[in-house]
């Protein structure tokens, strides 16, 4: 076990590919975070990659971006991504960590780890990532359904704490599933957001856009990101001759189908030639692509957090969210953006208002910049969690006993 000042704690997620978007860059983060205030971890994932892989050695802690990470093979199914030689490493290894932090729910590795934790008196917490709100858990419903009857359920109730990542999150899970001991602790930015901005290069690769401002979603390409609303929303705004020559910017990678939905839909239409798709944005060149954004969009039908709405803030950069991303109110009240219903009408009217207006733009960047700084760096995060996981290791230990 570890001793009282430095916490082993295992971090157990289904994968850390980047095409899934916040939840792998978040938990990545987090770890390379905690490594400097007292924590050693470790990530136990799979090496699930949407249809293929990822490159990574098998069954042996390797560096990925920055920290400890083991990999093992996802045997079937995208969804749920079984993984045999995961779970049997989890039941083999839990017992030597203080505590572990599930991130997801309905996949096979939470749930194996969940049990090794049950088995060996380890205490676990669980982050759910939005998976217990009411909109979530009517996707696939028939699933969920049999999931949480076998699993799901018992893993929750014997959770030390339910690591919700806002306030809204909290209040819609507990309220429909009657659970308790939850926690609230948000997600950071990346460190590299608050340094100089690199070099402005996007436009550079992206010469259709020129010197026009342009709207950014940046985003995992999915129908829960309501990616299709806001499309329909810009093509009717951009037929106005006051906002004819803003662009849209949709930076991200998804399922192909859905993706060419959109660019179908964006080609329909007269002025679908001021509609940019770039694909997967990383790096320095998601960095100024962020930077260099007019407005940032987050339509969601259903967002726990919205890890992307806050990077765009701490670049200086207003946000127009729906009334489902559970980060709204903050925004709302914190002057940061805009809020609108999650309609294509109601959108509409939100981005006027916001192209409209530069001096308004500026003002509300500010405020969401100092939003951020105030409350979603990770040396605040991390001082949190490490007072819960501490707590929790402690209560652990007591139990044991």
Sequence with gaps: MGSETQLRVLHVIPSVAPRYGGPSLAVVQMCRALRGVGVDPLIATTDADGPGRLPVPLARVTDYQGVPVI??????????????????????????????????????????????????SVPYLVRPLGTLDPWSLRQKRLRKWLLWHAW?????????????????????????????RGAVIPL?????????PPPQHFRGRHPELGEAPYVLLLSRLHFKKGVELLLR????????????????V???????????????????????????????????EKTAALRGAALFVLPSRQENFGLAAVEAMVCGVPVLVS????????????????????????????????????????????????????????PTVVRELMALYRTVSLRGREGAQ
């Design 152 to 180: 799901v359920e018992g893993m929750l109730r014997a959770a030390a704490v339910i690591h919700y990542t806002s306030e809204e999150e909290r209040r819609l899970s507990e309220g429909l599933l009657g659970l308790d």
């Design 233 to 248: 929303a810009y093509l009717d705004l951009v037929r106005e001759p006051e906002f004819a020559h803003w662009h849209l």
């Design 250 to 284: 949709i930076a991200g990678d998804g399922d192909a189908a859905y993706v060419q939905s959109l660019e179908r839909l964006a080609a329909r239409d007269g002025r679908g030639g001021s509609v940019l798709f770039t694909g997967w944005l990383a790096g320095s």
């Design 188 to 196: 950071g930015v990346d460190d590299v957001l608050l340094s100089d």
């Design 71 to 120: 990999f093992f093979s996802r045997q079937w199914t995208e969804s749920f991504k079984y993984s045999a030689p995961l779970s049997a490493w989890l039941r083999k290894h839990v017992a030597e960590f203080d505590l572990v932090h599930i991130h997801a729910v309905f996949s096979h590795a939470c749930l194996a780890a969940a049990s090794a934790c049950r088995r060996w």
């Design 323 to 378: 009334s489902q991303v559970n980060l709204a109110e903050e925004i709302k009240v914190a002057g940061a953006g805009w809020v609108a219903a999650l309609e294509r009408r109601a959108l509409a009217v939100a981005l006027a208002e916001a192209l409209s207006d530069e001096v308004e733009r500026h003002r509300r960047g500010g405020e969401g910049r100092q939003l951020v700084l105030r409350r979603f760096t990770w």
